[in-house]
């Protein structure tokens, strides 16, 4: 797809670069149907090879992996980035019967926008009217969880989070150490009914705008896999609408479960429609950063009728979830003043500068409850934004960041008042010894509303490599309790991200969610480790590689120093060399263990005997 | 340097690529001489540049950092690689009149090397005779602090690791958040006779062989900062002498507190002497790696004969500890044979296989008491091997591993019974929860003896980023209590690092141990933090590239987007553009709040009289 500097035509081309569609190696597409013929979830496993064995081959079992790259993996579906995704979710969203098809836009600037002559950018085709809930009904997932209803999203996300664990049986295989929860509270099995109750107590959260059905339901909460969003988006100063596009799937592709779209500067509005109309997962955005751009970046020009519309806007166009940074307050502004590094959210600084130009409290505060009609209307899910979250170590866990925990508490009361989804989001910048604090405050002050947190970077010092300051962060954050992880490129505080910077921050992000998993005991996480390093020890070097999160990196990596097609099954690699591969020895040590009970242990001295009959006890027989 | 297929001749370039002597940028070294004039601590410091405010500037101090990189970053000093490093301990050690000069080396390999008419690689030209302890001596640093002698090394190191942090007063740059020391005890200053008394109950050793005086001495214990150690060196497959010295000096600029020379394949001996000859830092080395090449990898020919003849030619050449795992027992082999990965450490499956063979206790354990012998001849210290490290989490904190790490309590007894230095080498792979456990064992059955890790990585599925995976663990153990963290690069499990994959390797380890410093409240290791976000919030770009752990890296990110020279003191990045910038926007409500001021506060409505209030009393006034 090629949108720059010309107009949308015909003869453009909107198929999907290649290395965005290519299936992963060693990888299949698998499908389990729900309860009804249109609830299929989509997964990937990993197709293994066997074990050779003295006598015979051992089979080794496909490897079921949750999936976040959609249909672009599929090789059998036709992407059109014109036509955009198919949508799963059209028909369950009728059935409900609750929404209408508008006849238009609401939005001023959205109808505006389209009314143009044309476009200095190519536009998507729109072929769907807008939805809203009828008068007086509610569409958000929280609504439905409150009165009891299991939604075909909520039961999409049970089966999503199982992950076909069920398939392995192989205990060596299903085998996992006892996690340390702090207080979460995960089934050994996610029902459609587990997933009800945590969204109706508002633990968890499934961002599900009745105008984005094209996306894969997922679910954000402590109980669950812990999550990570990707931010893309253009700036004032550099990237087009197709790079963008392409950073969406390109992020989703190496494990993106949400992504934001953080656009500033020309055309948002059509950036981010092609975004949703082709992304399978759900989208959020800084509805004030739009907003400022209305009023050519001067924040004391804000108003609320202008922000009200954005919000319609995007509501109408899909956007899963808004950061709204209705916790900045005028009188907690103060306590910022002698900060190391003062405000430093964006959203925080813009309405920090609105309240002083005006002596008044945000309208975003004082406007809440009227926010919070439009968002039940869409299902637009809140991710209460951390406008004063710390910019440096030395900032942690102070009165300004605390004092807006706490008022976002107020607001999570006020908007589940109104069956709202909400998430929170925290920092940022914490040393370790303080992380825990932050998670603890925010499950109290916030009763356990999804904790979404940027990072956090556990030291300043190293700029270039924060996808690793923050990755560590992250890691602790993910096990204490927080539900999803925004992800920091090597390229933060530097410059805009570009795919390589998107790929290693999102590898970084789900090496610290899944290890976060493993460490809360999350049932299952551990197959994947059990077999990537099984097959590691047996040399089945493709299947390692099949296995990683990056096949392609690991793969190369591994060609750089044995580019040979014969080293792929070599029982050694260039690090150590033929004599010295450790596992190469370990399984000679275990033959050799073998034949001396071949010979009967005669030739054994006492104190071999007794070693012998540990083996047997030991079961080292029975495993060579 | 070049040494590749061809003698040593005359006409060779021994000077050291300009890349590896290039001082960092905005940097100089600084010095600070001890109690006596050949006592000289050699740090670096970075030269910032002034905050520009409304009337006039506010200087901001250099900022000294602790530092590894040696001469090679002194441009007034003259290297020739085949020279060596100038001996700053000489004159230390022979003061001491407790060790003589052998007239040659007692290694019969060694004598039979130098006898050879020619080599197949460079030589380096040896210019000192070896040292020994006399008769009845023992050189050990713990030997002389047990007595009450404070020695130059320990003075050395004190002064190192207070790194003139007492020249910063400003307080927005020394405060600083409480650690959480899980039991560490760390004094606001390291005074000379702290480190003698942690050297002396064995908390902390100073890995200082005699033949090493080429050596800037340093510290490892949980009561000083978190080390990091670099593992290089030559394999059969791959790699040369020069790059090996290379990599070591690439190693120590990024910040490698030690090096270890893991070299296999043919040419260990010569390329050892010159790794030695040209580090300022610490080098270890696993002499069953070297032993195993003397029998053609054939494990069970190994005797203890020609190990002992290997450690005294590696202890004649100034190797400063030795990884010896002599906690590999016959009776624990059978605990390993269940295990998903069965014994990966090299050293630990060669002496296995060992041992399975000759149905013989190791000799590493037999002989013990000699080795120590051997060790407190030349101070090596001990860096007691983990042979049965997991090497999946699967195999994390098991039997295997616990019962190997009670044997090495018991010979860090009999170590310190010969006042020979200890540290314990801890493993690898362990999930983030289970980690803790393993700190606290080896602190309890070791007696404090420094911990020194091998990452741990918390997750086996990532190869390609298991510098990140392990930086995640590593941080968390220096935090409870390790004291050298043993690098892991991105190429772990796949090959054979580059010089680039050690760069990634040595900063993710700075990372885990700055961070871990921060965590257990290290005095004065916020200072840096604080120093280089203070310069990001105040757009002094610079001086944020320079303060980082890699000023290139950071400065080369930012310039990919704007590498306009304007743009190094513009008030926004790439990321966000003019509009967008919360730190501008954050300044302009600071100065919009002192323009209210000015106003007398008239157009102040009553609730924001309340705020300037406040505004006074925070002191924003002073501030802006």
């Known amino acids: 797809m090629s949108t720059k500097n010309n107009h949308n035509t015909a003869a ?22 729900g309860s009804r013929d249109d609830l299929i979830v989509t997964m990937r496993a990993v197709e293994q090879t066997d074990t050779p064995l003295e006598h015979g081959l051992e089979k080794n079992p496909d490897i079921p992996l949750y999936d976040t790259s959609g249909p672009y993996t599929d090789p059998n579906i036709n992407i059109d980035l014109s036509q955009g995704l198919t949508s799963i979710r059209t028909a369950w969203i009728q059935e409900r019967n609750d929404t209408e098809e508008l006849s238009g836009y609401s939005s001023n600037f959205t109808q505006q926008h389209l ?3 044309q476009w200095k950018v190519p536009q998507f085709k729109r072929t769907r009217k807008p939805l809203r809930a009828k008068a007086g009904h509610n569409v958000s997932q929280m609504h439905y969880a409150k009165r009891g209803i299991i939604t075909p999203e909520m039961e999409y996300v049970a089966i999503r989070e199982n992950a076909r664990r069920q398939d392995i049986q192989d205990q060596t295989l299903t085998s996992q150490h006892l996690g340390a929860h702090f207080g979460a509270n995960i089934p050994t099995e996610i029902t459609p009914e587990f997933v009800r109750s945590e969204v109706a107590c508002g633990r968890a959260i499934i961002p599900a705008n009745i105008n984005h059905p094209e996306i ?13 969003n990707a931010n893309i988006g253009t700036s004032a100063v550099t990237s087009s609408i197709s790079e963008e596009v392409e950073k969406m799937i390109w992020a989703t592709r190496w494990g993106a479960d949400n992504v934001m779209d953080l656009s500033t500067g020309k055309h948002i509005h059509e950036t981010r429609e092609w975004i949703l109309r082709n992304s399978p997962v759900p989208i959020g955005t800084v509805p004030i950063y739009q907003a400022l751009e209305k009023v050519d970046g001067k924040a004391e020009e804000l108003t609320w009728e202008m922000y009200r519309d954005t919000l319609i806007e995007q509501a109408e166009q899909g956007v899963d979830y808004f950061t709204i940074h209705a916790g900045v307050l005028l009188r907690h502004i103060p306590l910022t003043a002698k900060r190391m590094t003062g405000i430093v959210s964006r959203g925080g600084s813009i309405m920090a500068k609105w309240c002083l130009a005006h002596h008044k409290e945000s309208f975003l505060y004082t406007h809440f409850h009227e926010i919070c009609e439009i968002m039940k209307a869409y299902d637009v899910s809140f991710s209460l934004g951390d406008g004063f979250r710390p910019g440096s170590i030395a900032d942690a866990n102070d009165r300004a960041q605390f004092a807006e925990l706490e008022t976002l508490g107020e607001l999570t009361k006020v908007a589940w008042e109104h069956d709202v989804q909400t998430m929170i989001e925290g920092p940022g910048h914490i040393p370790a010894q303080l992380i825990k604090d932050n998670v603890d405050k925010e499950l109290h002050d916030c009763f356990e509303a999804p904790f979404y947190v940027l990072g956090p970077l556990v030291t300043d010092v190293a700029p270039g490599y924060d996808h690793i300051t923050s990755g560590i962060g992250a890691t602790m954050i993910g096990w204490y309790g927080a539900a999803m992880l925004c992800y920091v490129t090597p390229k933060e505080h530097l410059g805009l991200p570009d795919k390589h910077d998107v790929r290693d921050g999102v590898i970084a992000y789900k090496i610290a969610a899944h290890a976060a998993d493993i460490a809360k005991g999350y049932p299952g996480a551990q197959i994947r480790d059990n077999a990537l390093s099984k097959a590691r020890f047996e040399f089945r070097w493709e299947d390692q590689f099949n296995l990683s999160l990056d096949p392609e990196k690991a793969r190369s990596m591994h060609d750089e120093t044995m580019p040979k097609e014969a080293h792929k099954v070599a029982h050694f690699c260039s690090m150590c060399g033929p004599h010295f591969c450790s596992m190469k020895i370990t399984q000679d040590v275990r033959d050799y263990a073998h034949q001396q009970s071949l010979n009967n242990n005669e030739a054994l001295s006492q104190g071999m005997q007794e070693k012998s009959e540990e083996y047997k006890k030991s079961g080292l027989y029975n495993k060579v």
Chains 1, 2 share one sequence.
């Open 12 to 33: 453009e081309d909107f198929s999907v670069a290649k290395r965005l569609r290519q299936p992963f190696t060693g990888s299949k597409k698998i499908f389990q149907q």
């Open 115 to 117: 009314s143009q002559e």
């Open 216 to 228: 894969e339901p997922m679910i954000i909460g402590r109980n669950f896999r812990v999550k990570i």
